[in-house]
Nanobody, 125 residues
C-alpha cells in the first residue's frame, strides 16, 4: 500500500512558476518509480513526467520538455514537479502516481498502481 498526497497547486499568471510536491508513505519510497500526470476539463488524463527510483532517469512529455523538471528526495519520501514558463494550456488537475513494478519508468497510466488526490493548477493569460 502506498499513500500519496500532493500540494503546491494554485493560480499563477502565464510565464510564472509553481512547484508541486507529492509526499509518499507506506512502502519504501526508494523502491519504486514516480510519475506526474494531468487532466484538463473535458480531456483525458495525460502523462507529464516520470522519474526512476534512484532519480537518475527521467522522462517528459514533449509539451513540457524544457519547462518542467521532475525530481525526488528519497530521504524525504517526496517527488517534485518544478513548472516554469507556465502557459494557459497547462491548466489542469495534476496527479502524482507510483509505479511499483517494471524496470523502466512508464508513460502509460495503466502502469501506475497508486494515485494521489490531485492538485489544481490554473494558469491565467
Amino acid at each position: 500500500q502506498v499513500q500519496l498526497v500532493e500540494s503546491g497547486g494554485g493560480l499563477v499568471q502565464a510565464g510564472g512558476s509553481l512547484r508541486l510536491s507529492c509526499a509518499a508513505s507506506g512502502r519504501t519510497f526508494s523502491s519504486y518509480h514516480m510519475g506526474w500526470f494531468r487532466q484538463a476539463p473535458g480531456k483525458e488524463r495525460e502523462f507529464v513526467a516520470a522519474i526512476n527510483w534512484s532519480g537518475r532517469s527521467t522522462s517528459y512529455a514533449d509539451s513540457v520538455k524544457g519547462r518542467f523538471t521532475i525530481s525526488r528526495d528519497n530521504a524525504k519520501n517526496t517527488v517534485y514537479l518544478q513548472m516554469n514558463n507556465l502557459k494557459p494550456e497547462d491548466t489542469a488537475v495534476y496527479y502524482c502516481a507510483a509505479q511499483l513494478t517494471g524496470r523502466w519508468i512508464a508513460t502509460q497510466l495503466e502502469k501506475y498502481d497508486y494515485w494521489g488526490q490531485g492538485s489544481q493548477v490554473t494558469v491565467s493569460s
